[in-house]
């Protein structure tokens, strides 16, 4: 079973930024892609941004300039520096990671972490 812990939400003003954490119990070499989604209130949950096992980022287009994901596979933990935030990005983002070796088809998400974006 693997477990996934957000870290790092908060109130920020706008314009201001925001590294969110993900770390993952278990060994890194049964977890393949990896992601982070957000849900806004009264909205459904939404692809933000995804690292493959090898490092390789995939972002939602409006978000690219703004957002970056990354990947440290030792600590098997996943980032999400967010830049120049807009009241638009609040929403509680979540942490989500693919199954891999004898976890395969299994999905995993953690619990959640409020951002909220508010002068």
């Known amino acids: 079973q693997v477990q996934l812990v957000e870290s790092g939400g908060g109130l920020v003003q706008p314009g201001g930024s925001l590294r969110l954490s993900c770390a993952a119990s278990?060994?890194?070499?049964?977890?393949?892609?990896m992601a982070w989604y957000r849900q806004a209130p009264d909205k459904q949950r939404e692809l933000v941004a995804s690292i493959t096992s090898d490092g390789a980022p995939d972002y939602v287009d409006s978000l690219k300039d703004r957002f970056t994901i990354s990947r440290d596979n030792v600590k098997n933990m996943i980032f999400l520096q967010m830049d120049n935030l807009k009241p638009e990005d609040t929403a509680v983002y979540y942490c989500?990671?693919?199954?891999?070796?004898?976890?395969?088809?299994?999905?995993?998400w953690g619990q959640g972490t409020q951002v909220t974006v508010s002068s």
């Open positions: 989500k990671a693919d199954g891999a070796r004898r976890l395969r088809g299994r999905i995993y």
């Open positions: 278990g060994s890194p070499f049964e977890l393949s892609d």
